[in-house]
C-alpha cells in the first residue's frame, strides 16, 4: 500500500478495496476459503456443505425510495449467500446505533428485516446491540451474516467459468445507486427512481432448477457490473466480451447518470445478479429467469473469452470497443 | 419502552438492554431460537448442530492493557460460541473504519485477530469492509460472527439450571472494565491492571471432557457477573444464593472499583465465565479448570436454589444478605 491511511476509496468495492484485501488481509488471514473471495465461504462442516457470508451496512440516508437499510442488510447477505448456490436460512442482527436515535425509527427498520427475512424464509436468530456516544457513529450502523445450506449437485464459482460460458443479466442495473445518491443531493425528478433492493433466492432457485451448468453467479453491488465482471474475469484468467447496448439501463436512470455524470457500470444495484451459463442451458435459464418477477428484463449481455485473459471489453453503442476495468476510486461512498 | 430515543444504557447489557430486547426485538423477530436469549443460537440444520453468534465491539480506546480491539472481537465471539457448548470452526469479520484511520494500526489489529483466531484453532473464511467519512464512525468499530459444532452429548442452557446446581466462577472478576476505564481517564496505579481478554475454548473443553452434568455456562462480559447470574436466573426461573467473601477480585482492581465507585459485581470481564453444575461433578470439574491457566482461582461461589425464583440473592462479607439486581443504567459505555 502506499497510502498510510485509509481512504473512503478503500471502501469503493473496486480497485483500492481490492488492494487493501489482497496486500493486507489475505496475506495475514492466510486460508483457502477466504482467498478465494467469493461471495460467500463455502465451508465443509460434518459431512455437509454450508456457505456463510458477512455485510456491514453504513448506508446514507437510512430510508430511500424502495426500502431502508434494514431490507437492504436481509436482502444484501441473503444475495450474498444465493450467488454461493447457497438455500439461505439464518441470519445474525448486529446493530451499533448512535444515542439519541428515534426508537419508532429503529422499529421500523428492524420490522422491515423481518420483512424481508419472512418473505424469504430466513430466520433471525441471534444478535447484539451496541449504542455509542452522541456523534461516535452516524445514526445506525447493521451487520448481517448469513448461513446457507449448500445442495450436492451444486457448485458454483469464478473457478467454473470458461471460455465460451454466456454471461446473463437479470435485470436493469444503477437503480439503487442512483436513488440513493439522488436522496443524498435532494433531487427530485419527473419520473422518481427507486432503488432494486430485493432477495435474489427465488429467481435463484428457479435458475438451479433448470440447469446444472450455472458456472458462477454475482450479485451486482458496491462497484457495479463493471467491478463484478472484472473481479471474475481475474479470478478465472478468462477474458469477457459485453455489448453495451444489450444492458438494460432504465431511461429514467440514464438520465440521472448523465445529468451526474457517472457511467451505469459502476453504480451499485442491490436486487440484480450476473449468471455464467454453459451455452446449451441459456435459453433455458432466460425462460426460468423470466418467470420470475425480478427476471423479466433478463438478457444475454455478453461471453467469455479465452483471449485477453482477466479483461472486460466492451463493444460500445457506437461501434467502438474498450476495456471496462475496475471501479478506480470511491464513485458513491456509504452506498449500503 | 418509555423512552422515544435510544440512550447509552440501551447497550449496556443489563436492565435497559434487556427491555429493549424483550419489548421490540423478540415479539418482531418472533421465533424460539432467537427467544431462549442464550449467546448464541443454537440450530439444527441438515441432521447437525451448530451454534450460531454475532456480537459487534466498539471499545474506545481501541488498544488497552493486555489486548485490542481485534482480538476482543475474535475472543468475545469464540466465547459465546464456547459457552453454549459448541466447539467454535470459522469466524466471519466486518469492518467499519473510519477515513483516516492509520494503516498500520490496522495491521497491527487484524494481526491481533489472526493471532486469537488461529491460537484458538478457528479460521476467519469471510469477511467485509466499509469505509465511512471521517466523523461518521469512531476510528473503527469489528463485527464478528462465528459458526461452532456442538457436540452430540452436549446440552447446555440456562433451561437446564435447577436448585442444587452449584454455581463455579472462572477466576477473579471486573478486570477488563477497570483496565478500560483506567485508560480513558489517563489513570495511572502503581500495580498496573490488564484486560482479561482471552478465548475459553480451552477450558471449557476441560471441563465438559470430565463432566456431563454441565447445565449451562456464561461468560461475563457487558453487565458483569451480577448481570449474567439474574439472566441465568430468570431464564430458568430459580434462585441463586451467591458469597460475597468467596468471589475473586484481585486487590489493585478492587482498589480502583472502591475509587472510582463501581461494584466489581457489575464490571465487564473478557476471559470469565460461570458454570452451573450438578453437585457430584462439582470437584471434578473445579479440577479439570485448576488444571487450564485461564481457570488457576477456579471456585465454588454459590448455590442454585428453590426459592425467590428469578432473584440472586448475595450473603455480604460483612454478614448480611442482599439482593443483587441486573444492572442498570449504563454503567461503562463502549467497554466491548
Chains 1, 2 share one sequence.
Not at 47 to 68: I, M
Amino acid at each position: 500500500m502506499t497510502q498510510d491511511k485509509i481512504l473512503l476509496d478503500h471502501g469503493s468495492g473496486g480497485k483500492m478495496s481490492h488492494r487493501l484485501i489482497s496486500e493486507i488481509m489475505l496475506p495475514l488471514f492466510d486460508n483457502p476459503t477466504l482467498s478465494r473471495m467469493d461471495d460467500s465461504a463455502v465451508l465443509d462442516i460434518r459431512g455437509k456443505r454450508f456457505a456463510f457470508s458477512t455485510d456491514s451496512f453504513v448506508v446514507d440516508p437510512l430510508f430511500f425510495p424502495g426500502g431502508n437499510i434494514g431490507d437492504l442488510a436481509v436482502n444484501g447477505t441473503i444475495n450474498d449467500l444465493v450467488v454461493s448456490g447457497a438455500s439461505p436460512l439464518v441470519l445474525s442482527v448486529g446493530l451499533i446505533i448512535e444515542e439519541g436515535f428515534p426508537i419508532d425509527q429503529l422499529k421500523t427498520i428492524l420490522q422491515s428485516m423481518q420483512t424481508a427475512a419472512s418473505s424469504a424464509g430466513v430466520q433471525i436468530v441471534t444478535g447484539d446491540t451496541k449504542v455509542v456516544h452522541k456523534g461516535a457513529a452516524d445514526k445506525l450502523f447493521i451487520n448481517t451474516s448469513g448461513i446457507g445450506w449448500v445442495p450436492e449437485h451444486i457448485d458454483v464459482g469464478a473457478h467454473r467459468v470458461k471460455p465460451g460460458d454466456v454471461i446473463i443479466l437479470s435485470g436493469s442495473i444503477a437503480e439503487h445507486g442512483m436513488t440513493i445518491l439522488s436522496q443524498r443531493e435532494g433531487l427530485a425528478f419527473d419520473t422518481p427512481i427507486q432503488s432494486d433492493t430485493a432477495a435474489l433466492h427465488h429467481i435463484v432457485k428457479r435458475m438451479t432448477m433448470v440447469s446444472r451448468h450455472i458456472h458462477a453467479m454475482r450479485d451486482l453491488t458496491r462497484g457495479g457490473l463493471g467491478t463484478a465482471l472484472n473481479e471474475i474475469a481475474e479470478k478465472s484468467g478468462t477474458g469477457m466480451t459485453i455489448h453495451e447496448e444489450k444492458i438494460p439501463v432504465k431511461p429514467e436512470v440514464m438520465a440521472i447518470c448523465e445529468l451526474l455524470g457517472f457511467d451505469p457500470l459502476y453504480v451499485a444495484n442491490e436486487g440484480k445478479l450476473i449468471a455464467f451459463v454453459a451455452p446449451n442451458d441459456v435459453d433455458a435459464v432466460i425462460s426460468a429467469m423470466k418467470r420470475d418477477k425480478l427476471g423479466k428484463d433478463a438478457c444475454v449481455i455478453g461471453e467469455v473469452i479465452a483471449d485477453h485473459p482477466g479483461q472486460v471489453l466492451m463493444n460500445t453503442r457506437i461501434g467502438g470497443s474498450r476495456i471496462v476495468d475496475m471501479l478506480t476510486g470511491e464513485q458513491i461512498p456509504r452506498i449500503c
